[in-house]
């Protein structure tokens, strides 16, 4: 226990001796006054450590036992008052303190509900992120949204009066609890005056991007308005383009502004509440993608996407893409590829297109219908044939973002609530129906807002995201919601991403911020106990690898390591010998592993997660539809060594595995989390295992291997045979243990030869 939370009261007509509280181990959070018949009663909460305790005991002894030296006063000695007079005489009691002690909203708005209800969370700055982390022991859920103060960082979580009690009591850091007011509908229904002095507010706080060596974010929309104060500092006249140049630039519709004000400043309800300076990272670029008036034909739909990205490539940029429009023309598709999402697949690969580099895309799984939900439990509708994701979210190489929800707060006197419930799917997000055979999509999910629990259920201000307005300066704000709001937020974390780290490949920034996502607590709340592999696979269909966390994209800390592996293999060539086609090229990576510290550890858990990157070129033919060995020019695979497997019988391991057969895939036998079925689809597979430390440290073998594709063909390896690019990412954690486990990497990092390797930091 970091400590107490006491409630200290003075005597009836007392005033506290408020001064002489706030001594050394004990903070002064908050002063209440009450009146009762006219006497005045103060009541301060201070929180104390072991040593304020100590501090404030000694002070009550002292009173008692010890006075102040004798005064000469005119000549008249006065005797010395008891030591600590001014605050001992001034207090009636000293209590632990409860939630209300806290509580810095009406007194009347302190919830009396024993369920789970929402609660603002004032934090001590410097302990915030390890409240975070730990509330979910207390079943306390925090929501990703934060404000920062000078002297407080504010969150929101949803628990019971016990729950959170118990959270403050162990954990400490809690400065003041109040009452969540503020939803996006507030800030959308202020009057144009209003909205835009706070406009001005949060412009004059941000910090824009300049020089020329900085990321662009192309959104493939209706269209952005230059107009509104928020937008205009990233976004050059110069940088707007349609796919047809008939259509003009200008955003007519409002969902591209909305957009890209999201992907800018992500959801501006707590951005707009925030009092901290901020800074923006990267630059806008727009393309319109949908005409103003009709609609794209479905056959020009790929070609159209085309059009886009070429009409952006007449400048060499940096640049991350991003898609929030799909179509229902091709469901049912169950995973196999289409016209539209091949042609996105081969964009990402660079053979389509005027540019020849690989690109970063990203796109989104496509929304529910509202009049589809009955009376049953909503992610059964979700779950459904008819809510298969929409093409072009089956795409292999572009990052699918789904949407879930931490939106359920509804305003006080609604008389109805929030159909999804805190950290899970979000009632717009369509998953993906299909076997294993086809990549798991959607790859992520992101905020998307909730709907009601009306028949049929609806979007509602309270639920909705609060983003930027086409209007300006008519209307500053709009709501937006769904999994476009969703990958407009991915789009911008991962260019900000690509921006901090920008000598890394598109293939290496997908798998950073892919293999950072987990599922909430909410989401495994679905899996069964002591789950076996199969059991992930509805949450694949619907959440992806889960929520991406930036801090570990980013982090190579003490206790956990990220090891980035950019390189490139030669899958196929012909053999000398018999002139057949064969596997040519495999890459083993001996791991720099921290082994001394592993050991040190010995039976602690340790949790690895391996992410492989690699983009495909695609062929959609009818042959190749129904065969993922044929639809992806190569197909790569990793394995890790067993703790007792030597790199003779790990090799001879893996020339087992290099011809598989089609047909429905069996299960390795394994330690891997999830598994080969769910992870060997697609071109990015991500597993993870927790083994002892002392296993782990004997593990120190990775292969990345080809698997049938279709480049692997006489005709194509008679010429030079072709190279793919790959991206691996290697990650260890010892979480909550303490470890030093990178700076024993650091040490040996330069020995490695294999490959290029970076620590991302």
């Known amino acids: 226990m970091p400590g107490l939370y006491l409630e200290v009261g003075s005597r009836p007509g007392e005033k506290l001796k408020k001064d002489s509280l706030g001594s050394s181990g004990v903070e002064l959070l908050r002063v209440a006054s009450e009146v009762a018949d006219g006497v005045t009663t103060e009541t301060a909460t201070v929180f104390a450590t072991a040593k304020g305790v100590e501090n404030l005991r000694k002070k009550v002894e002292q009173f008692g036992a010890e006075n102040m030296p004798d005064k000469e006063k005119d000549g008249v000695t006065v005797p010395g008052r008891p030591k600590n007079a001014d605050l001992v005489q001034s207090l009636g009691a000293i209590v632990e303190a409860g939630l209300r002690a806290l509580w810095r909203s009406p007194p009347d708005k302190f919830p009396t509900d024993a369920g789970s209800v929402h609660w603002e969370i004032w ?24 404000l920062h103060f000078p002297e407080d960082t504010v969150v929101t979580g949803e628990a019971s009066r016990d729950q959170l009690a118990l959270a403050v009591r162990r954990l400490g850091a809690v400065r003041a609890l109040a009452a969540p007011t503020v939803t996006a509908d507030f800030f959308d229904e202020l009057d144009i005056v209003e909205q835009a002095a706070w406009v001005s507010d949060l412009a004059q706080r941000a910090n824009w991007p300049d020089g020329a060596d900085v990321g662009y974010l192309t959104l493939m929309d209706t269209g952005i308005s230059r107009a509104h104060p928020l937008i205009q500092p990233v976004l050059a006249a110069e940088d707007r383009h349609a796919a047809n140049p008939g259509w003009g630039v200008e ?24 009092m901290l300076p901020f800074t923006v990272g990267y630059r806008l670029e727009s393309v319109k993608l949908i005409p103003d008036a009709g609609f794209n034909p479905h056959h020009l739909l ?21 898609l929030a429009t799909t179509t229902s023309d091709d469901t049912p598709h169950d995973g196999a590829p289409t016209s539209w999402s091949s042609e996105i697949d081969q964009l990402a690969a660079g053979v389509s297109g005027i540019g020849d580099a690989p690109r970063l895309i990203l796109n989104s799984a496509g929304n529910t219908d509202a009049n589809s939900f009955g009376a049953g439990h909503y992610l059964e509708t979700c779950d459904h044939a008819d809510s298969e994701l ?24 609604e008389a109805i609530a929030a159909l999804a419930p805190f950290g899970d799917l979000s009632p717009a997000s369509r998953t993906a129906s299909w076997s294993s055979q086809w990549p798991l999509k959607p790859d992520i999910v992101m905020e998307g807002g909730n709907w009601t629990s009306a028949t049929p259920p609806m979007t509602h201000g309270a639920l909705s995201l609060l983003t930027t307005s086409h209007q300006y300066p008519i209307r500053s704000f709009t709501l937006c919601h769904d999994t476009s709001a969703a990958t407009a937020l991915a789009a911008g974390q991962v260019t900000q991403l690509w921006s901090e780290y920008p000598q890394l490949w598109p293939e290496t920034i997908r798998a950073l911020y892919v293999a950072s996502a987990r599922w909430t607590d909410q989401m495994k709340s679905h899996l069964p106990a002591n789950a076996v592999k199969g059991a992930y696979a509805p949450l694949f269909r619907r959440y992806g690898y889960g929520v991406p966390d930036m801090a570990r994209a980013r982090r190579s800390a003490s206790n956990a390591l990220t090891l980035v592996i950019q390189d490139e293999i030669i899958p196929y060539g012909l053999s000398d010998a018999t002139g057949g086609d064969i596997h040519k090229e495999m890459r083993l990576f001996e791991l720099p592993w921290p082994v001394e510290e592993l050991r040190k550890l010995g039976n602690a858990q340790i949790t690895l997660r391996v992410a492989l990157s690699s983009f495909v070129e695609p062929n959609p033919s009818e042959a190749s539809r129904g065969s993922r060995y044929r639809y992806a020019s190569h197909n790569l695979r990793f394995k890790l060594n067993r703790a007792s497997e030597k790199a003779e019988q790990f090799l001879a391991r893996i020339s087992k595995l290099a011809d598989p057969v089609e047909g429905p895939m069996s299960e390795e ?30 593990r120190n073998l990775i292969a990345v291997h080809p698997v049938a594709g279709w480049w692997k063909n006489k005709a194509l390896l008679k010429g030079e045979p072709p190279k793919a690019r790959f991206a691996l990412i290697v990650e260890i954690d010892a979480e909550n243990i303490e470890a030093e486990l990178y700076a024993e990497v650091q040490t040996s990092i330069a020995a490695m030869a294999q490959a290029q390797i970076q620590i991302a930091t």
């Open 669 to 698: 036998d394994d330690s891997w989390d999830f598994g080969s079925v769910r992870r060997d689809v697609g071109s990015l597979h991500i597993d993870q295992l927790t083994s002892k430390a002392s296993d782990l440290a004997r």
């Open 302 to 322: 790929g070609a159209v996407t085309r059009n886009g990205v070429d009409a952006v490539e007449v400048t060499e940029r940096r640049r991350t893409f991003a």
């Open 390 to 413: 929409e093409s072009p979210a089956q795409a292999w190489n572009a990052i699918c973002v789904g949407a879930f929800t931490e939106k359920t707060m509804m305003p006080p006197g």
């Open 251 to 274: 955003d007519l519709k409002g969902h591209g502004t909305a957009l890209a004000g999201l992907a800018l400043l992500g959801d501006l309800t707590p951005r707009l509440q925030d």
């Open 123 to 146: 934090l001590e700055p410097d302990q915030a992120e390890a409240f975070v982390t730990r509330a979910a022991d207390y079943g306390i859920a925090i929501g990703a949204d934060r």
